[in-house]
């Protein structure tokens, strides 16, 4: 029996087949709200955003990376000013459902090490926001690679740090991280589940509330390793090992749901590790943007019946059925105007069935304008 087929025979053991797989789903449709966000306060602006999520309230979580808004940006910031116009934005961002800035926070501050290079923001349970980076070594400025998790309150508050600002000991190792880009939580267990994966190449788990070590595994639930994973190329088989892990989410039924961003795929996992399933998607495309499957985001209805995955290799998200990873359709191509997309980093929806993307120096909300509902 292959691999896919005894993946497949195990989705179905898990339910999650059955007469849901046999319906037919209209896809959701979308227009762009050209007029959300509002424009930010405090002639603030933004660099590279690097996730996106939205909280039980609807509100819209977002992290973006100051330091890599462009200088003739940031004359407001100078000492004495250069200019007018502008001023970097806080890392961590949140806004209302009219687009209105509500919560602004992050950067270094004493107690723990704020990461060089943000990368992925996300809600525990409990509402509290966890934060990663993914840079992996001594940046030109001598800023450290980023090692590292954080946890705070929604109004910013320094909660817990798991690992430290430094290189990867290893992707064995239990104690240092090495380029998080993403996380996702598990309430009956009370861990987080941590996407490891710009230096080291595996998901790795963690007690919620005291950081200790719990599990990890690699592609196909195997022990992680460090080997080198060159670019895939057309006709090969699928690689042993992750090449970068750029997601992880936990749906409500217990399924792990992982993006191997640069070999084009999305791998599918019990809690505990064990291998169910893995979809490709425009495997053969070779961008030097990225892969195909970014990020993933899970529709809200009660059985999170499609996926948003972010191609950021191709300037789109592609709306996907849970079930059998079969491709719906997809939402928007490249282009700088509104309603178009510039290597989307993550995409997520709101309550509603509403998608937001972050992107290059933007977030978008795309409203839900028929097919399915939550």
């Known amino acids: 029996m292959t691999v896919l087929r005894k993946a497949l025979t195990a989705i179905v053991a898990l339910g999650i087949a059955g007469a849901a797989a046999a319906a037919e789903i209209a896809p959701p449709t979308y227009k762009v709200d050209p007029f959300w966000p509002k ?21 819209i979580w977002i992290i973006q990376r100051p330091k890599t808004v462009e200088g003739y940006l940031a004359g407001g ?31 270094k501050g004493d107690g723990y090490e ?49 690992g430290h600002a430094g290189p990867s000991k290893g992707s064995l190792d239990t104690t240092q991280l090495s380029g ?12 987080v589940f941590v996407a490891d994966g710009y230096g080291n190449h595996r998901i790795i ?15 196909y639930g195997k022990p992680p390793t460090d080997d080198k994973t ?23 039924d217990g399924l792990v749901y992982v993006c191997d961003r640069d070999n ?3 791998q599918v996992f019990k809690k505990d590790g064990t291998f169910v399933a893995e979809y490709f998607y425009a495997r053969d495309t070779r961008s030097p943007s990225g892969g195909t499957v970014g990020h993933i985001g899970l529709w809200p209805d009660k059985t999170q019946s499609l996926l948003a995955i972010a191609d950021i290799g191709n300037f789109t998200v592609r709306l996907v059925r849970r079930d059998n990873g079969k491709e719906l359709g997809t939402v928007a191509q490249w282009g700088p105007y509104a309603g178009q997309l510039h290597r989307v980093h993550q995409a997520n929806f709101d309550s509603k069935g509403n998608l937001y993307t972050a992107e290059m120096e933007r977030v978008q909300k795309f409203l839900r304008t028929g097919g399915a509902k939550p």
């Open 39 to 59: 424009p930010l306060p405090n002639t603030w602006a933004m660099g590279i955003l690097a996730g996106v999520i939205a909280d039980k309230a609807d509100n």
């Open 114 to 162: 704020w990461p060089s290079s943000e990368h992925g923001v996300a809600l525990d349970p409990k509402g509290n926001v966890w934060i990663g980076g993914n840079q992996t070594q001594t940046g030109r400025d001598n800023s450290p690679a980023d090692g590292q998790i954080l946890k705070f309150t929604p109004d910013g508050k320094f909660l817990l740090q798991i």
């Open 180 to 191: 998080v880009s993403d996380l996702a939580f598990d309430a009956a267990s009370n861990e």
């Open 77 to 107: 910031a100078q000492n004495p000013p250069t200019a007018a116009c502008c001023i970097p934005a806080p890392p961590v961002l949140a806004f209302n459902q009219a687009g209105e800035v509500i919560k602004a926070w992050g950067g």
């Open 230 to 252: 060159p670019p895939p190329k057309i006709g090969d088989p699928p690689a042993t090992q992750f090449r970068l892990v750029h997601c992880v989410k936990v749906s409500n």
């Open 264 to 266: 084009n795929r999305m």
């Open 205 to 219: 788990v963690f007690d919620i509330d005291t950081g200790a070590f719990k599990r990890m595994w690699g592609a």
